[in-house]
């Protein structure tokens, strides 16, 4: 028997991320007669037609290494963004980006500083480097509280991580908030701005340009898995000024993300149509959500992603409703994982799949307040 001693303290009591039920397994367990997957935030309406060509011509050469730099896909994402190619890394999937920044920046003893219900990736990748995790409640409203983020700062804090906008609640820091909390934070600490839904948000008013503001501690996630359809494939990049970049291209692994990732991100990112598509199927599925919720008087959270979260009353009504929900083939996310164990998630889909939503909750009316 393996003698415990050999594990470090916080991998023996780490608990490993849960996913949701994939589809094989609500099929063998509730046998529904159809299927709407609307669990994790993919992208309902798939990915664009280019992947497809793109990838078939990187088999072509897999027997290779891939680009280890992503020279091409960095170059593509650069000239997009009018910005240099050493301001970004590329990796595979943003808790791979997360797990670079963990092993790169940190030190014994050095903490990161984020809300008490966001993304769980991070909290893992953080635990498994030994960093401690000072997380903040969110405000009434299910937002970051900014000003409590930047009080919470001490000596030993490396890091403010904040999902922008957050998984799970929608919610987002506004111009203004962004502008006075990195005022306010001083140079030597890190600010990750986790934009995996960016796509989703940035048009909106008052959501922060994170991107132009200039700052040299400042460092930005975002991904292909959502807008673009390739959480397959396990894709994305971080924006920051040269030296961070640089310090972050030391500690990834060596080859990734893999050739076919690089290829289907590469296609994918220069088909803006296929984009807007995506945006506008969550910007019509999120108005007829909107409208259905507040004719039946459900409480939900606004969202500025391709998802949003119904609040319930108590943590058995929002587990009692995802199991239901389950019955009749709609999947979705119970919270209690992220610590709002009152909540459920819904990614927006076709109108095909909002249907089948809409129709399940009509039958599961005893959780629905009249």
Known sequence: MLNKKIVPVNIEELKPYVAGKTIEEVVK???????????????????????????????????NYPDPQSLALRAAIADTLKIESDQIVVASGSESLISMLCRTFFQDGDEIITADATFIGMLIQAKIQNIEVSKIPLTHDYRFDVRALVDAISPKTRMLYIANPNNPTGTFITQQEFDWMMENVPEDVLVVMDEAYYEFAYQLADFPDALNSGYDNLIILRTFSKGYGLAGFRIGYAIAEKKLIGYLHKTKLTFEPGALAQAAALAAWHDTEFLTKTVDLCDKASAKLYRYFEDRSVKYVRSATNFVMIVFDNEEEASHFTTEMLKRGVILRWLRAFGLADCVRVTFGTDEEMDHFISSMDEVKNWIKK
Not at 36 to 62: C, I, T
């Open 29 to 63: 367990e509730y046998k529904p007669e159809r299927i709407s997957k609307l669990a994790s935030n993919e992208n309902r309406l798939g990915y664009s037609n280019a992947v497809n060509d793109a990838v078939n011509r990187a088999l072509s050469v897999v027997n």
